[in-house]
T-cell receptor, first 113, second 110 residues
Framework: GQQLNQSPQSMFIQEGEDVSMNCTSSSIFNTWLWYKQDPGEGPVLLIALYKAGELTSNGRLTAQFGITRKDSFLNISASIPSDVGIYFCAGQKRAGNNRKLIWGLGTSLAVNP | NAGVTQTPKFRVLKTGQSMTLLCAQD?????MYWYRQDPGMGLRLIHY???????AKGEVPDGYNVSRLKKQNFLLGLESAAPSQTSVYFC?????????FGPGTRLTVL
């Protein structure tokens, strides 16, 4: 099935550093979502984006809906140890009753205290 | 308000055995989904439902069946488990563009 291109695949950073990750697609999406998954848990929604060019923040996290509607970016500022986990992007085309998401393979983040 | 719950949390099956995974939600969402997550494969959609009494196939439906007899429950069945079905299974619910996930069921098929 279709998947989003999410990069980087993994990151190892020092506490306090900023982090950037992105998702790209050959298709246009109407919604972009960013999730975080902690070990042994289900993904948790971080940020939802609904409009091209939209920039939305959730604490130290900021995400943007690309103006081409084919990409999205997530930034984490001043990372802390609890930011460790896997970050997933997901896009939705929203056709009729179709509410299926297309997923990236995730970015695994490790933070060195 | 429990959100999305899944039972059981862990299960070990022998090849050929059957089992049912239960997902329950108290968020009054119309849409419910079953995913499996395997290392390096991300989240893959097995089946989904757009409302009570409806089901539809996702990306990897073979070997699984589902039922949505009540709006708040979505059941995933394995009729004859195979080792390839060893995975972590997540249920999710949604009312529109977002999905909210349960804690997962870790299934091992020997």
């Amino acid at each position: 099935g279709q998947q989003l291109n999410q990069s980087p695949q993994s990151m190892f950073i020092q506490e306090g550093e900023d982090v950037s990750m992105n998702c790209t697609s050959s298709s246009i999406f109407n919604t972009w979502l960013w999730y975080k998954q902690d070990p042994g848990e289900g993904p948790v929604l971080l940020i939802a984006l609904y409009k091209a060019g939209e920039l939305t923040s959730n604490g130290r996290l900021t995400a943007q809906f690309g103006i081409t509607r084919k990409d999205s970016f997530l930034n984490i500022s001043a990372s802390i140890p609890s930011d460790v986990g896997i970050y997933f992007c997901a896009g939705q085309k929203r056709a009729g009753n179709n509410r299926k998401l297309i997923w990236g393979l995730g970015t695994s983040l490790a933070v060195n205290p | 308000n429990a959100g999305v719950t899944q039972t059981p949390k862990f299960r070990v099956l022998k090849t050929g055995q059957s089992m049912t995974l239960l997902c329950a939600q108290d968020m009054n969402h119309e849409y419910m989904y079953w995913y499996r997550q395997d290392p390096g494969m991300g989240l893959r959609l097995i089946h989904y439902s757009v409302g009570e009494g409806t089901t539809a196939k996702g990306e990897v439906p073979d070997g699984y069946n589902v039922s949505r007899l009540k709006k708040q429950n979505f059941l995933l069945g394995l009729e004859s488990a195979a080792p390839s079905q060893t995975s972590v299974y997540f249920c999710a619910t949604g009312s529109g563009d977002t999905q909210y996930f349960g804690p997962g069921t870790r299934l091992t098929v020997l």
